[in-house]
């Protein structure tokens, strides 16, 4: 299995060789509610860590999604196109955004794995 | 992505803890903690009202009873609505208005009787409702004295299958039309029933003692056809319908006829021009205003909210988007919002800011669901 990470923005990465898959976590999509759209980057944009790489809208407001790592876009979800709720129904697998071709794989250490994330937002609650 | 989790200190509505057991996500709105959505979700609760019957917790409102020698005359002093001419049970959408013609606050006034004297069932918004209160009572001092009712409870019950629901504990409430309202006994405790909401739909809305209203609302509930709707499709169902929120689509510096709400200024009043800001108002009505509300349906999937700017097709400003989102009956973004009066006809061609692009739009006739009001 792939190594997934996590941010404390609810941002998860999974990480395969030199590419890695970004979207929001289970526990985001749910605080945000139904999605309605989702506008995603263009491919071949240069991300920062931190950046603004996608936008939800749900149905009451707009919330931005900031990459967990540096890459270059190299693919992005565009079931997204079709079907926004994807995001609702599989966060953490259909529910994608994009793929990046990671530039700093150093910057994967500081971010949580799957037990420590778990046990924030258990402490969230 | 951030989370803010809700006030400790925010008032509770006589059913907080009905919201909490259901699973509801809490929101501060008024002052109260209220709910925004139950687990079902925004759209769920949006179409099951629309198909159904959905249940609104709208305690936060404020409500009052207006009372004086002449009451009709007395209030009219602060509204240009026809209030003399409303008959006992009658309900009217009107406006308090400050001196230039501005909205203080959108309400619901109904004339009552009691004891053979006639007063008035006021009912505001729960943002406004102290400084609506204070303005009323200082405004009114020694003609009318105006009767807070804390300790009461507002429920609304909207969608086609309200009649049905409540008929079972409230037979009466069959009897009443769009806008009308009486006192009647619901499942056994004195109510004031108002056929009346703020969805589009035909409905109810509910005042009684707090006490009363957890297990009046557990009982609308247990009806197969009725489920909680939190805040967010309120929001969601009244955009669909064209009605204005208050502190987004009217404010201070809107005028009823920017606000297209001219129909609200009695014929009577337009003549005795009695009511506060009227010489701007009626200026208005005559020549028409600078800037008028419209309805906007913008292209593609992505809604636009309130603020963003509206301009022409030369990139030029005509005015702000004041409420915007995704419509679930539509399946796609609609918005509300302010465009220059020579922009304002259905149709017409604007573009609307987001997110530093710009998304084409067109100005588009309201309401955008047809309403399904009982008139008769």
């Known amino acids: 299995m792939a190594d997934r990470k996590y941010t404390e923005d609810h941002e998860w990465v999974e990480v395969d060789g030199e590419t890695g898959v970004i979207g929001i976590s289970d526990y985001a999509q749910e605080q945000l509610g139904d999605v309605v759209f989702v506008e995603l980057p263009d491919v071949g944009k240069v991300l920062d860590q931190r950046d603004e790489a996608a936008v939800i809208e749900s149905v009451k407001a707009a919330a931005e999604v900031y990459t967990p790592v540096s890459g270059e876009v190299i693919e992005v979800n565009e079931e997204l196109n079709n079907d926004p709720s994807l995001v609702n129904s599989d966060a953490h697998g259909e529910g994608w955004f994009a793929k990046l071709q990671l530039t700093d794989p150093t910057e994967l250490d500081a971010l949580m794995d799957e037990a420590t994330y778990k046990t924030f937002v258990e402490s969230l609650s | ?376």
């Open chain 2, 1 to 376: 992505m951030a989370n803010a989790s809700p006030d400790t200190e925010l008032l509770k509505t006589p059913l907080h803890d009905l919201h909490v057991a259901r699973g509801a996500r809490m929101m501060s709105f008024a002052g109260y903690a209220l709910p925004v959505q139950y687990p079902a979700g925004i759209i769920t609760e949006h179409k099951h009202t629309r198909n159904a019957a959905g249940l609104f917790d709208v305690s936060h409102m404020g409500q009052a009873i207006l009372r004086g020698a002449d009451v009709a005359a007395s209030f009219e002093k602060l509204v240009p609505g026809d209030i003399a001419g409303l008959a006992t049970g009658q309900m009217r959408y009107t406006l308090l208005l400050n001196e230039t013609g501005g909205i203080r606050d959108d309400l619901m006034a109904t004339r009552i009787e009691e004891n053979g004297a006639l007063a008035l069932f006021l009912v505001v918004n729960g943002a406004c409702r102290d400084a609506d209160f204070a303005h009323i009572a200082s405004s009114l001092d020694g003609e009318a004295t105006l009767e807070i009712l804390a300790d009461r409870a507002l429920l609304a019950l909207q969608g086609p299958g309200a009649e049905d629901v409540l008929a079972e504990l409230a037979p009466d409430c069959s009897d009443l039309v769009f806008l009308e309202g009486r006192d009647m006994e619901v499942d056994g405790v004195s109510a004031f029933v108002t056929r009346s909401g703020y969805t589009g739909e035909d409905g109810y809305e509910i005042s009684l003692p707090a006490a009363a209203a957890a297990a009046f609302a557990e009982k609308l509930l247990a009806h197969d056809a009725v489920e909680p709707i939190g805040l967010g499709a309120r929001d969601s169902l009244r955009l669909e319908a064209g009605l204005c929120l208050y502190g987004h689509d009217i404010d201070e510096v809107t005028t009823p006829v920017e606000a297209g709400l001219s129909w609200t200024v009695g014929k009577r009043r337009r003549e005795t021009a009695d009511f506060p800001g009227a010489a701007i108002i009626l200026k208005q009505i005559a020549g028409g205003p600078s800037r008028r509300r419209v309805g906007l349906l913008p292209e593609g999937r992505a809604p636009v909210r309130e603020g963003a700017p509206i301009q022409n097709a030369a990139g030029d400003g005509l005015g702000m988007v004041t409420s915007g989102g995704f419509a679930p009956g539509l399946e796609r973004p609609i918005a509300m919002g302010y465009v220059a009066a020579d922009h304002a006809e259905a149709g017409t061609s604007v573009t609307i800011e987001l997110r530093g692009r710009s998304v084409a739009a067109e100005v588009a006739a309201m309401p955008f669901v047809k309403p399904n009001y009982k008139r008769s």
